[in-house]
């Protein structure tokens, strides 16, 4: 594991440590690094882990806190029947694209106890631009896309979640539910790119040196 992604662990182990019998949905699995801590956390807390993911990763941890579907997180008919209404936390890491993202986010809310945590990871592109440290064109964009969906929800929802960008690496989401109603996100109105400020850009004077 890189140094960034202990780190990005440790900030998650912050803000949920002292939920008391907390009970967390993970969404990806993988290598089993967020699981195992969030089992570490369970452990001391008296808590459950919930995990769904389309591959098998049941042998990554045996521990009776902790409950595997093997399944796609999105197969709502199939998932839905081993999950019950008290969810603490709702960790987003499985398909990084905008709209399996907006999905699955508005589909596990309703799970997700008043005052729960959400935290949706890579959403920070950074990284990613050309020239950058992890230059690479495809995750940029699918980053950027994926923190854009995740501004217009919050911006349609200002009453019913807080929102907070962490920019460590890949970055993540970190939002909290205020309320049980949730609004459909509407696509923000941007001016930067309408022909006045095109014009503008073109025909500003120039700063004098």
């Known amino acids: 594991m890189k140094p960034y992604e202990q780190e990005k ?4 182990k912050e803000i949920i440590f002292n939920i008391p019998k907390l009970n967390i949905l993970e969404l ?16 001391k807390n ?19 806190r902790w409950t595997f579907i093997h399944s ?6 199939y998932v839905d029947k081993y999950l019950k209404f008290n969810f603490d936390v709702l960790f987003i890491d499985s398909l990084h694209e905008p709209n399996h993202v907006r999905k699955v986010f ?21 990284p990613y631009v050309k020239g950058g440290e992890k230059d690479n064109d495809f995750v940029e964009r699918i980053n950027r896309l994926t923190f854009n969906k995740v ?11 807080s929102l907070n960008i962490d920019f460590l690496g890949s970055g993540m989401a970190i939002l909290r539910k205020k309320n049980n109603q949730l ?21 500003s004077p120039k700063p004098k040196k």
């Open 106 to 126: 508005y589909h596990y809310f309703k799970f997700l106890k008043l005052n729960g945590v959400i935290i949706i990871d890579d959403v920070v592109w950074l």
């Open 28 to 43: 990806g699995v993988q290598k089993g690094n967020s699981t195992k801590m969030f089992i570490d956390i369970c452990e």
């Open 9 to 12: 662990l440790n900030k998650i």
């Open 46 to 64: 008296d808590g459950h882990l919930t995990s769904i993911d389309i591959d098998d990763c049941s042998k990554v941890i045996k521990n009776p």
């Open 151 to 161: 501004v217009e929800i919050y911006n349609s929802n200002k009453e019913n979640l």
């Open 72 to 77: 796609s997180d999105d197969n709502f008919k």
């Open 183 to 203: 609004n459909e996100e509407n696509k923000i109105k941007n001016r930067l790119f309408n022909i006045k400020n095109i014009l503008k850009n073109i025909y």
